[in-house]
């Protein structure tokens, strides 16, 4: 079975751009959650989504946004970078669920993010 | 809110020597899962172990267990027989088991150094 892929895996954008990132979840898996890693913050939860819905949100401005599509594909949007957006962007799926809260989460490759 | 504790930022140990990684952690909550993740250099977090907290039994998998104490809100990483593959940052994290949410809450880390 194929593990989470992220794509891009690396880019540069410069401050003021908005970027998408999207991640791929392993086949049958409903939940993808995103997460930010920073050698400052370490990793910090962004959002995570379930069949579409968002479930749970961290701790971060309104310029960054997420949306999951029917096929449990996910995307995060970051609008107007700011230098500090420079980091790793990871993405990391499980089968969630009813009843299905033991599930590991799994991780994807991460999206390098470079705000110049 | 929940948080991690890694107090070890880096850790050194001789090929097929035993190491400890530390982890502490702060919650209200008597229903959680603990996580120990391994980072390589590529990159590719990959789960290591699992414990259920209502599980008194420390988990195993192969040269990886742990030494769970609910009451202290602790949770250690042996490494028995290291092997230079094992050189990575490992991250402790979080999960709560109530509301159905993934949200992980991770620990700085730990960078450990397996030497020939």
């Known amino acids: 079975k194929a593990g989470v892929t992220q794509t891009p895996r690396y880019l540069i954008k410069t401050r003021g751009q908005q970027v998408t990132l999207s991640c791929s979840p392993i086949?049958?898996?409903?939940?993808v959650s995103w997460y930010q890693q920073t050698p400052g913050q370490g990793l910090q939860f962004l959002f995570e989504?379930?069949?579409?819905?968002?479930?749970n949100k961290g701790n971060f401005p309104g310029r960054f946004s997420g949306r999951q599509f029917s096929n449990s594909r996910s995307e995060m949007n970051v609008s107007t970078l700011e230098l500090g957006d420079s980091a790793l962007y990871l993405c990391?799926?499980?089968?969630?669920?009813?009843?299905?809260?033991?599930?590991?989460?799994?991780f994807g490759p991460g999206t390098r993010l470079l705000v110049l | 809110a929940q948080t991690v504790t890694q107090s070890q930022p880096e850790m050194s140990v001789q090929e097929a020597e035993t190491v400890t990684l530390s982890c502490t952690y702060d919650?209200?909550?008597?229903?959680?899962?603990l996580f120990w993740y391994k980072q390589p250099p590529s990159r590719q977090m990959i789960l290591v172990i699992r414990q259920e907290a209502y599980k008194q039994q420390n988990a195993t998998e192969n040269r990886f267990s742990v030494n769970f104490q609910k009451a202290a809100k602790s949770f250690s990483l042996k490494i028995s027989d290291s092997q230079l593959g094992d050189a990575a940052m490992y991250f402790c994290?979080?999960?709560?088991?109530?509301?159905?949410?993934?949200?992980?809450?991770f620990g700085k880390g730990t960078k450990l150094t397996v030497n020939p």
């Open positions: 919650t209200s909550e008597s229903d959680y899962y």
């Open positions: 990391a799926s499980s089968l969630s669920g009813p009843g299905r809260q033991q599930e590991t989460q799994y």
């Open positions: 086949s049958g898996h409903r939940s």
């Open positions: 989504y379930f069949s579409e819905t968002q479930r």
């Open positions: 994290a979080y999960r709560s088991a109530k509301g159905g949410s993934e949200k992980l809450v």
